[in-house]
């Protein structure tokens, strides 16, 4: 391995095509679960917000499910979601989103101010509509925060997917491992951090988008 | 009117927030409960439009008790503002105002246009619209939830503190404001503050609570001050209630020389500009600087900024001054002390004095004892 150059160029201009391949499979692998988490999430925060004795044990559940190594569940799904499916990765990946997502979501809920609550409920909102045109709104800046932190994990886990067969970029950490050759993990390392940078991008103009009041709010108290 | 029918409010842990008040706010006037914290004026306040449910007696609202009204259809038709404002982060301010339009189901465009003709009314750039909470001043955003409070048209305003997170100044103004706005909309006000002067100054009757919601005086504001039920509700007014008592009289009733009839007093003259506006006090004697000459505006003023103006100028003559700030007149001490015994009861003369020995020292003239009405 001393001779070997950390990258070989040619070798990148060769499979070219192969590494967009894996590339886009990773970003679904690892995003779609992210987007799953975050529809199951707001449900799920919605009623822990107006029910909060649900959120204990189903916060407790989802840490539970977080604190398993993702490998283990991995193998343990191999049965029922059959070797090298995106399903046996995919759905321990939303899993993790979840747990992730459901935490923000009820602390992003709960951080909307209390004059605002009781403004609205003197406005006459009733407590769901409540939850759902205001304190779900006014909650943005915290879902889009934990969406980003949800996203990067997922991107960085799914790579341990490649040890059951599906695992987008991280079979170039394998490959490249098993054969001495350093230019696939060093292709591999430079796709996930793009990938994990550009959803990042996407996730922020979202926030933009979607609350212009919180990016000014920001600029305006530094 | 709004009816407290023996009204409590008694906690699940068995402290007790109101014991029993009765109490009626009249219809088209500003009734404000007063009362240290914990009196439970905020807990009465939200009985009105059940975000405190009564766990004795009843409320009316126009002869219904409100526990038979659906909350949510009864709090539309109630406007409410309290002390942070409560603005929605997430919305521009017009449509922070239109919330209850909207609620209604009424058309975007036309809870939009009212919600317009609204700001406007607070005292708002029309700019203001298109802004979010975050960008407006905190007198500002009161001046929107007051817009917002009163954007479906309700009979009815419930106030919790809304002017007290606000510097002085400003919750002058938003006082004035209240009360200009209430001159036209004549709504039925019930508004809480801590602060007895702004009681004094926004209420047609003041309410003035103990711990537990007791009532320790109800009463018109010019009562209150001149003649509080007990020691408690005088502590509670402070030491210097009759000199506050002055800035609920109108500044008109003072007698003002006009400037035609001269500007001397003494050694002093007043010193006037090309257009009429006082520049300030020259001492002919002394050869000394100008002083500054304080004035009020009868029109507008109180006798509080009268008899200020008064104390505050070297020659011991305050100006008044019309709207643009030309000196209509000037009126002596003596004139204002005259307008503001006026209306009161006759104060006994001390034996072996006469009470108006001194009135002879300036040429002002007598104090007009019919021209005093006092009070609001």
Request: hydrophobic share 50%; with cysteine.
């Amino acid at each position: 391995m001393d001779d070997e150059p950390l990258v070989r160029w040619y070798w990148i201009g060769d499979h070219l095509g192969y590494l967009g391949g894996l590339l886009a499979d990773h970003a679904v692998i690892a995003l779609v679960p992210v987007l799953i988490g975050l529809l199951l999430a707001l449900p799920l925060g919605l009623a822990c917000a107006r029910f909060p004795r649900l959120y204990q044990p189903l916060a407790a559940v989802f840490n539970i499910v977080y604190a398993l190594p993702s490998l283990a569940v991995f193998v343990v799904l191999i049965p029922y979601t059959g070797l090298a499916t995106r399903a046996t990765v995919m759905i321990p990946l939303t899993f993790y989103a979840l747990a992730v997502l459901l935490p923000t979501t009820v602390d992003g809920l709960r951080a909307v101010p209390e004059p605002v609550r009781q403004a609205a409920t003197a406005m006459g909102y009733g407590p769901w509509h409540r939850l759902a045109a205001v304190e779900l709104p006014a909650s943005v800046p915290y879902l889009v925060a934990g969406v980003r932190v949800a996203a990067v994990s997922s991107i960085s886990l799914a790579s341990v997917g490649a040890l059951v067969g599906r695992g987008g970029l991280g079979y170039l950490f394998i490959d490249g491992f098993q054969r001495t050759f350093p230019t696939p993990i060093v292709a591999g390392i430079v796709l996930i951090a793009v990938l994990a940078l550009a959803t990042d991008v996407v996730l922020v103009t979202a926030r933009r988008l979607l609350a212009p009041w919180a990016v000014r709010e920001k600029a305006v108290t530094r | 009117m709004i009816r407290f029918d023996g009204a409590g409010k008694r906690h699940p842990d068995g402290t007790i927030a109101v014991g029993s008040l009765d109490l009626d706010v009249p219809t088209g006037r500003i009734t404000v409960l007063v009362g240290p914290s914990g009196c439970g004026k905020t807990t009465l306040l939200r009985m009105v439009n059940r975000m405190v449910e009564p766990t004795s007696g009843r409320v009316l609202l126009d002869g219904t008790d409100v526990a038979e009204l659906d909350a949510a259809k009864l709090r539309r038709g109630i406007g409410y503002v309290i002390q942070q404002a409560g603005l929605f982060p997430h919305r521009r301010v017009i449509d922070n105002i239109a919330t209850v339009p909207y609620l209604l189901g009424q058309d975007r465009k036309k809870a939009r246009a009212r919600a317009a003709e609204l700001l406007e009314l607070v005292g708002l750039a029309p700019e203001t619209a298109r802004r979010y909470p975050f960008q407006l001043s905190g007198g500002q955003q009161q001046r929107v939830g007051v817009a917002r409070a009163l954007a479906a048209d309700p009979p009815v305003l419930l106030m919790d503190e809304p002017f007290s997170a606000v510097d002085p100044v400003v919750r002058a103004g938003l006082q004035d404001e209240l009360l200009r706005l209430q001159s036209e909309l004549n709504k039925t006000v019930l508004f809480v503050t801590h602060d007895i002067e702004e009681a004094v100054k926004l209420g047609d009757q003041v309410v003035v609570l103990h711990e537990q919601g007791r009532i320790a005086q109800l009463a018109d504001p010019h009562t209150l001050l001149t003649a509080p039920a007990d020691d408690g509700v005088a502590a509670f007014l402070g030491r210097d209630r009759g000199l506050r008592g002055l800035a609920l009289r109108p500044a008109s009733t003072v007698d003002v020389r006009p400037t035609a009839d001269g500007l001397r007093y003494g050694s002093w003259e007043l010193t006037l500009d090309d257009t009429g506006r006082p520049i300030g006090w020259i001492d002919r004697a002394a050869d000394a600087a100008l002083l500054p000459a304080a004035g009020y505006r009868p029109a507008t003023d109180t006798l509080r900024a009268a008899l200020d103006a008064a104390v505050l100028s070297p020659a011991g003559v305050a100006v008044a001054l019309d709207a643009e700030g030309r000196a209509l007149g000037t009126a002596t001490r003596e004139a204002v002390l005259a307008a503001l015994s006026a209306g009161l009861p006759a104060a006994p003369a001390p034996a072996g004095r006469t009470t108006t020995g001194r009135a002879e020292d300036a040429p002002a003239t007598d104090g007009d004892p019919d021209g005093a009405t006092g009070g609001r």
